[in-house]
């Protein structure tokens, strides 16, 4: 069994930043890639960053060239950087981790962005 636990998630004002960690525990299993999604007041939820084993990634336009996805193989660990952040921007953000056939999610962490 794949645990994800999600952390960095608060309140921020426009313009700042915040790094979001995911950590996967379990054992037997190796991650084949990591995203990042997001689910705003009202909306569904969406694809905001993924890395592959490999390291290669991809983004959603609105993000692109201020987020920043990146992971610790060893630790089994991602992370979310989010830099010039906008009031669009608030959603609960997830954590997802693909596992041979299977997908996990984590409990979600809330980010929040004034004006």
């Known amino acids: 069994q794949v645990q994800l636990v999600e952390s960095g998630g608060g309140l921020v004002q426009a313009g700042g930043s915040l790094r979001l960690s995911c950590a996967a525990s379990g054992s037997g299993f190796s991650i084949n890639a990591m995203g990042w999604y997001r689910q705003g007041p009202g909306k569904q939820r969406e694809l905001v960053a993924v890395i592959f084993s490999g390291g290669s990634t991809n983004y959603a336009d609105s993000v692109k060239g201020r987020f920043t996805i990146s992971r610790d193989n060893a630790k089994r660990t991602a992370f979310l950087q989010m830099n010039s952040l906008k009031p669009d921007d608030t959603a609960v953000y997830y954590c997802?981790?693909?596992?041979?056939?299977?997908?996990?999610w984590g409990q979600g962490t809330q980010v929040t962005v004034s004006s």
């Open positions: 997802k981790a693909y596992v041979a056939n299977s997908y996990y």
